[in-house]
């Protein structure tokens, strides 16, 4: 299918809702012509109709482990898994992002380089886009050390960042603090000292490529805004006392323009295992400490992504970011600020900005139909009518 149209009766376009009707002409994998009302498509175009439906652009995750089969202990059986496995384990990944609506995905932990090297080896227009930073640079023993991105000292550091642009990595990620899935690393205090933070990030610079850090806890995130990262995930700000992001970090995070992602959503069917709970709760963090974060960063302006963690376990599937976003409004976060944050503020922070995550004449025809209006009723994303990667129906 190559020329074709969405008639719907509305269209979040990446940034405001437009409402009154819309026709989205789609030609070669681009969007050709946006039009309001009651337009009517060139003769001969099929025209999808969809009376109650909206047209989005396609959701963006920007924190996802393709390799992680969102069983008990994802992370941690990584490394006894071989690669060819893990092939199968990221397209079935990526299969259901595409369902729920995500036509791009940005990788944040793979192990040892195996997301990169497949995408390498696949140009899939069937899949979603992949945006991916290979084996995070760790400490020695650090948080999610098995996937092979451990270092020790400046060297090391700029070595492993050559070696991931080498590979064709997309951006860097750092794990500047410990991590709730990883024994033995603390969720409380940074793993590397600024002049190595600094290190990861002026060569990463020199390459052309951004650095994003895992940061729980709050000197961990002070750290990364001393140093001048370009995004923080999670970024839970986690002190001996608990979880709690104070205003006045909120507020030098919006002045410096960094990217955070909260990684908020879970599956609401799914029950919690009791030691994951307890092991969260001992770093300090519970579902209502995470959401009151997530609105404190919102209230200051801090520029929200919207991505999942897809992939950590049963809670955590892959294709969960509807539930993200839901999670996101419930924390008073507005729709469209939400929806933004998963499309046209994902796209930019993935370095996509100039041809995804709007639905504009030029940019590619990647794009989500829903049943009623997400502004009004962010729980419409659970309800998919229509799913296009580079122009063509997903089935």
């Not at 709050?218 to 995930?233: C, H, K, M, P, T």
């Not at 992001?245 to 507020?251: I, N, Q, S, T």
Request: aromatic fraction near 2%.
């Amino acid at each position: 299918m190559t020329t074709h149209a969405i008639r719907a009766a509305r269209m979040f376009d990446g940034e405001r809702l437009v409402d009154g009707g819309v026709l989205v002409l789609l030609d070669g994998g681009h969007i050709i012509d946006v039009q309001r009302g009651r337009a009517e498509a060139p003769e001969g175009w099929p025209v999808r109709e969809e009376p109650d439906g909206t047209v989005l652009p396609g959701l963006v995750d920007a924190h996802v482990h393709l390799c992680a089969d969102a069983g008990p202990d994802a992370l941690g059986r990584l490394a006894e898994r071989p690669e060819t496995d893990l092939d199968a384990v990221v397209e079935a990944s990526l299969r259901a992002h595409l369902a729920a609506g995500v036509t791009t995905v940005r990788d944040l932990g793979d192990r040892r380089g195996a997301v990169l090297r497949w995408r390498a080896r696949e140009v899939r227009d069937d899949l979603p886009t992949v945006v991916a930073s290979g084996a995070p640079v760790t400490t020695v023993g650090g948080h999610c050390w098995s996937m092979g991105g451990e270092v020790s000292g400046v060297d090391a550091i700029h070595e492993a960042v050559r070696l991931k642009a080498a590979a064709g990595a997309d951006l860097v990620k750092v794990m500047a603090s410990g991590g709730v899935f990883t024994p033995g690393t603390d969720t409380t205090r940074p793993q590397f000292t600024d002049q190595e933070l600094t290190a990861a990030l002026t060569r990463a610079h020199d390459l052309g490529l951004p650095v994003t850090v895992h940061a729980h806890a709050l000197n961990a995130v002070e750290q990364a805004l001393r140093v001048g990262v370009d995004g923080i995930e999670h970024c839970t700000c986690v002190t001996a006392a608990g979880a709690h992001v104070p205003d006045e970090v909120a507020d030098r995070l919006a002045a410096s323009g960094v990217a955070v992602c909260a990684t908020l959503g879970t599956d609401p069917a799914v029950v919690t295992p009791p030691e994951v709970v307890a092991m969260a709760a001992r770093a300090g963090l519970s579902a209502a400490t995470l959401r009151d974060g997530a609105a404190t960063l919102h209230r200051a302006g801090v520029r929200l992504v919207a991505g999942s963690d897809a992939g950590l376990g049963p809670a955590k599937p892959h294709g969960i970011l509807p539930e993200t976003l839901v999670e996101y409004v419930a924390c008073g976060i507005p729709a469209t600020a939400a929806l933004a944050a998963a499309t046209s503020v994902g796209a930019e922070v993935c370095g996509l900005g100039q041809r995804k995550g709007r639905v504009r004449p030029g940019f590619e025809a990647d794009l989500l139909v829903v049943d009623g209006d997400p502004t009004s009723d962010i729980s419409a994303l659970r309800r998919p009518l229509a799913v296009y990667r580079a122009g063509n129906p997903v089935r």
